[in-house]
């Protein structure tokens, strides 16, 4: 079982800054994938920034350029740094990890129950 910690969220300014962290802990074998994804009023979940346990990332378009994902594998831990935040980007950020329980079974994922971002003057 994986148990997930989300901080950061809140009110912020359009051209502001945010930092989101996501800490996983529980009983697994290895984490892969950690990142974020989001949600917005009558809008589908979409994938805001993800990187792998290798290192390699990936981004939403709307986000590229002004977000920056990186992860503390010591601590488990995934950050997302938004800059320039527009309103357009208000939604409830959600922490997504992938993870093995055990080293010979598949890989699953994993949500947590989200942080709200408003950005608003």
């Known amino acids: 079982q994986v148990q997930l910690v989300e901080s950061g969220g809140g009110l912020v300014q359009p051209g502001g800054s945010l930092r989101l962290s996501c800490a996983a802990s529980?009983?697994?074998?290895?984490?892969?994938?950690m990142g974020w994804y989001r949600q917005a009023p009558g809008k589908e979940r979409e994938l805001v920034a993800e990187m792998t346990d290798g290192g390699n990332t990936n981004y939403g378009d709307s986000v590229k350029g002004r977000f920056t994902v990186s992860r503390d594998n010591a601590k488990n831990t995934v950050f997302l740094q938004m800059n320039l935040l527009k309103p357009e980007d208000t939604a409830v950020y959600l922490c997504h990890v992938q993870f093995r329980r055990l080293r010979w079974l598949a890989k699953s994922d994993y949500w947590g129950q989200g942080t709200q971002v408003t950005v608003s003057p």
């Open positions: 529980g009983s697994f074998f290895s984490i892969n994938d």
